[in-house]
């Protein structure tokens, strides 16, 4: 009988010949090794590609440095918190998912991590199904922008998906996180409607946490960076009693 470990490589490769998706890149930081052990036969086994770091500063670094797909990010590590590696990698690349794992009963946890731009959360201990299907969730969130745009322009904005900048009138403009990625959402769905709960569910990942309020505190903001007249927008308008729609 074949080594546990080769069986799940040999299936793992084969899940990937057959095509059954297309394989992404999972960078896992965590400290504990049983943990990372688990979560690398597990995801390996779905035929993702599976790099590690065990703290903080090494997660940032290879974050940054190998261009992973996803990011599984623990709270509490050392050198170097989970949420400073999320506020410092997302301040450098916006568009990178990240998914937290926090401990039980630790609320301020999810509350700050989402502030810094994490795309969902999972409470230890939780069950592996449950952290596979919220990957599957988020990388197809992030699979929305269509390959064949990189950039895209209106009025006097542009925007280059790829490297995440956004600009106006040839000056780049500061976008936080989330404003980048609600704006990426409107680009690759125009004309559409787009309610309050749909933002909430494909932009921050749920349906109840933050509220629609959070939704509408973010159409304000950006439309103070790319409407002419925030006042009277030309781009981002709003469809009353639904939500909202882009108009480029």
Request: proline share 6%; net charge neutral; glycine share 6%.
């Amino acid at each position: 009988m074949a080594p546990i470990n080769s069986a799940i490589e040999l299936q793992a490769k084969a899940k990937r010949s057959r095509g059954d998706h297309e394989m992404a890149r999972i960078l896992i930081v965590e400290d504990e090794p049983n943990m990372v052990a688990g979560l690398r036969d597990n995801f390996e086994y779905e035929g993702y590609e599976v790099i590690t770091a065990p703290d903080g500063v090494a997660g940032l670094e290879r974050a940054l440095n190998e261009a992973p797909d996803l990011v599984i990010l623990d709270v509490m590590m050392p050198r170097m918190s989970g949420l400073d590696v999320c506020k410092q990698l997302k301040s450098k690349r916006p568009s990178v998912p990240i998914i937290m794992l926090t401990a039980r009963g630790q609320e301020v946890d999810k509350v700050v991590g989402l502030e810094l731009g994490a795309d969902d959360y999972v409470t230890k201990p939780f069950s592996i199904r449950e952290l596979l299907a919220r990957v599957k969730a988020v990388l197809r969130r992030a699979r929305t922008v269509p390959k064949e745009q990189d950039r895209y322009s209106f009025g006097d904005v542009e925007v280059n998906l790829r490297s995440c900048q956004v600009s106006r009138k040839g000056k780049a403009m500061d976008f936080s996180s989330k404003e980048f990625e609600l704006l990426k959402y409107f680009l690759c769905h125009p004309g559409e409607t787009l309610s309050r709960d749909r933002l909430l569910e494909e932009v921050w990942g749920y349906e109840r946490f933050p509220t629609t309020r959070t939704v509408d505190a973010h159409i304000v903001r950006l439309r103070q960076k790319v409407e002419p007249k925030p006042e009277e927008p030309r781009f981002i308008l709003t469809v009353h009693g639904t939500g909202y729609k882009f108009v480029g």
